[in-house]
């Protein structure tokens, strides 16, 4: 996945209002960009810290830009932009970069399913039949642990996901949890129990029903975004 419109680079001053960031560009322009992530973004940004925002010329958009990449206190980078996480998974899914979900004939996005009202993000299609697949974006990291976490706060809807899942191994159908990690240097992924541990519960309970747990690494530049390496999952 290219960037395009090409990222420009700045500092951030501060985020706030969960979806709203101040920075100042490479030029000295002070500008007040959207943030795309609902999480806490917590071991994620600094102030002072590079960013790389996308710049928008629609005039019908009340911010001038989009926030993508951020560089952490680590000095990492991390795809801040969780939308971005199901388009990088379907464009690995479609390339056969997932071993595990490779063979399907068709591919549906956002399906409704589950007692909970939930959708599904992909539902993909086999000769055996169907499997659900759930994809979170993963940009939680520690210090210079190679482990990255999630969630990086309470999600009781991710927590609900686990349990739509859970029900259709039970059933016999195939059911996916797959983590979208945006954060460089990582080589495992685990629960963040410390931070929501209903999630964490949740999801120990998703695996015992024999929902399938995967997470794939992505590799980031300034210039794109390509979902490539397998990871353990702890």
Known sequence: MRFSP??????????????????????GEPLCIHCPNTGSMHNCMVE??????QRSSDPRRKL???WELAETPQGRIACINTARA?????????AGVIAELSGFTAL???????????????????????????????????????????????TSRGARHLR???????????AV???CVGLSGVEAVRAAAEID????????AARLAGVEVLAYAAELSTDEIRLLKPLEVI
């Open 6 to 27: 090409a990222l420009e680079e700045g500092r951030l001053v501060r985020r706030y209002k969960r979806f709203l960031a101040d920075i100042i560009t490479a030029d």
């Open 48 to 53: 002072g810290g590079r960013v790389w925002f």
């Open 64 to 66: 001038p830009g989009t």
């Open 86 to 94: 199901n388009p990088l998974v379907e464009e690995a899914l479609r």
């Open 108 to 154: 549906k996005r956002e399906v409704a399913y589950g007692s909970e009202r939930s959708r599904v993000d992909f539902r993909l299609e086999y000769p055996g039949g169907p499997a659900y697949v759930e994809v979170k974006s993963v940009t939680l990291g520690f210090d210079g642990s190679p482990i990255a976490a999630f969630p990086d706060a309470t």
């Open 164 to 174: 739509e899942l859970a029900a259709l191994a039970r059933s016999g159908i195939r």
């Open 177 to 179: 949890q797959l983590y």
């Open 197 to 204: 541990p209903a999630y964490a519960k949740a999801l120990s």
